[in-house]
């Protein structure tokens, strides 16, 4: 069976430091993979997608960038994290082809 | 763009049913989903329902697709301080990622 992990599951990083959130699929190949944000519990906002290694959709633009170094890794990234920055990330991934979404734990940023 | 509309909030008393209302704008929907989301955690796939059906009935939940209106609705019969949590309806027609609304936060009153 498939799962999805997200880590850390919790961070607090003072305003202008770096981010990166990690996550990974296992049991399926190639899959589209996802990553939104949640502020103040409520809502979502899509920030990148990926439908391959490499391969990756900005739908904001903003402080943030993602990358896919490998088929079943999608990496979330700042170089200076700002107050806004501060949320719920979620990960989610699906079969190629495919719609339904399949959601990770979520990391919960706190910027100070 | 597609625009998905939810009520923010609904409360019911134990043993009651519930109903969590949606409305979507692009009539070319595919797929229309429900998801559950508890304090602090990812969201979790309740149901869907394909855009040429009706109704889909799975154990306590029913979902109702009204297509000429773009409105859909997920009832949970019986409802539980357990089912308390956000419920997120979303839309796709196939081309781009899922549309999700902002979420309708159920309490249920012991």
């Known amino acids: 069976s498939q799962t999805i992990h997200q880590w850390p599951a919790t961070l607090v990083q003072p305003v202008g430091s770096p981010l990166s959130l990690e996550c990974t699929v296992e049991g399926t190949s190639n899959p589209n993979l996802y990553w939104y944000r949640q502020a103040a519990g409520r809502g979502l906002q899509l920030l990148f997608y990926?439908?391959?290694?490499?391969?990756i959709s900005s739908e904001v633009p903003q402080n943030l960038s993602a990358s896919r170094p490998q088929d079943r890794q999608f990496i979330l990234s700042s170089k200076k994290l700002l107050l806004s920055d501060s949320g719920f990330y979620l990960c989610?991934?699906?079969?190629?082809?495919?719609?339904?979404?399949?959601f990770g734990p979520g990391t919960r940023l706190t910027v100070l | 763009g597609e625009d998905v509309e939810q009520s923010l909030f609904l409360s019911v008393r134990e043993g009651d049913s519930s109903v969590i209302n949606c409305t979507y704008t692009?009539?070319?929907?595919?797929?229309l989903y429900w998801y559950k989301q508890e304090p602090g955690a990812g969201l979790q796939l309740l149901t869907y329902i394909f855009s040429n059906m009706d109704m889909k009935q799975d154990q306590r939940l029913t979902v109702l697709l009204n297509k000429k209106d773009k409105h859909l609705s997920l009832r949970i019969a019986d409802t539980q301080t357990g089912d308390s949590a956000i419920y997120f309806c979303?839309?796709?027609?196939?081309?781009?990622?899922?549309?999700f609304g902002k979420g309708t936060r159920l309490s249920v009153i012991a």
């Open positions: 990926s439908v391959g290694i490499g391969q």
């Open positions: 979303a839309s796709t027609s196939g081309n781009t990622p899922l549309v």
């Open positions: 989610a991934w699906s079969v190629q082809g495919t719609d339904t979404q399949y």
């Open positions: 692009d009539s070319s929907s595919t797929y």
